[in-house]
């Protein structure tokens, strides 16, 4: 049963009993962020007419069922759906026989959890996605009114740790043989791997932006920031072979360019995503020029971002790869 509480010479505050895991009360109190008795009461009838402190019960055992009805309708693809589902199934099955009521949870299981995984010898991007899943479980019992605070709220989230995933050498020559027989495929390929361009700037790239006198383009990135630079040599000869057939240089949507760049890397039996292009000319382009010139040069918000790929690779570039990132200049 919740009451008013006034602090001398302070605020009101609404107060109540509560019962936690270890099966103690505690008395517990939140502030009506007010000194008048009436504004008090109106904000404590308003707030807490249902009898504050009370949440909608659901035990534990009830939980998982509950959780696969309601994630089941946001958008996500089955393997994350099912990665969710397992991660809540561990966090549950950890604290059987231990916490009764989802409500009951608090920040200190969480942490007696991650210590857990960590003693276990998970890496730390499998426990960053264990703090995700956790978030999104806990995020949806509090949407369904199953908790008085969520324990996740002051939880930080670790951030996963990002291997940087660029063409070696030899399956750059390779996708380039696989996209020999089609002019298209060639243009695209030598496009996106000598820009480095974002998948979504190669779709927006138009003829409208192209300087034929110093070839160069226009091009509108993130955050709606504009840059131009240099299409080089043979990026610039084989788009020409496309020039008057769309009012943008590939005539395609992103999805349709993705799966075009999907089968160039399959017929060559590399693996790899169209934002693997973009890596690798960032990778291979910082063995020619300044971290600060390929920040320009990538639409980089900050140098942080550029700096990841000054030592991703050790090892000597053979001439008839490094052709193909020779060719740059940064325009101002």
Known sequence: MAYLRKRKKGNYYACWKEKRSNGMWYTMAKTLKTKNRTLAQKRFNESFSDGFGDVRECYVDEWLPKYKE???????????LDKYLIQAEVFIAF??????????????????????LQTKGYSQS???GYDRGLKKMFNIAAGLELLRKNP??????RKMEQRLIYFKAQEIIKIVEA?????????LVLFILQTGFRIQEVVDSRWDNVNHTSRTITVIGKGK???????????YDAIMKLQGKWPTIFGRSQKQLYRHLKDVLKAAGVQGSPHTFRDTYATYSIKRMAPSDLRDRMGHASLLQTDKYAHAMNCDVPPEVMKYFEDWQIIE
């Open 70 to 80: 309601n994630i089941g309708v946001q958008q996500l693809d089955h393997k994350t």
């Open 179 to 187: 996209a020999q027989h089609d002019d298209y495929l060639l243009a």
């Open 225 to 235: 920031k504009q840059r131009r630079q240099k299409i080089p040599t043979m990026a």
């Open 152 to 157: 996740m709220d002051k939880i930080k989230v």
């Open 95 to 116: 604290f059987k026989g231990r916490v009764r009521k989802i409500s009951d949870f608090r920040r200190e299981h969480i942490i007696d959890f991650q210590n857990h």
């Open 126 to 128: 499998t426990m960053a």
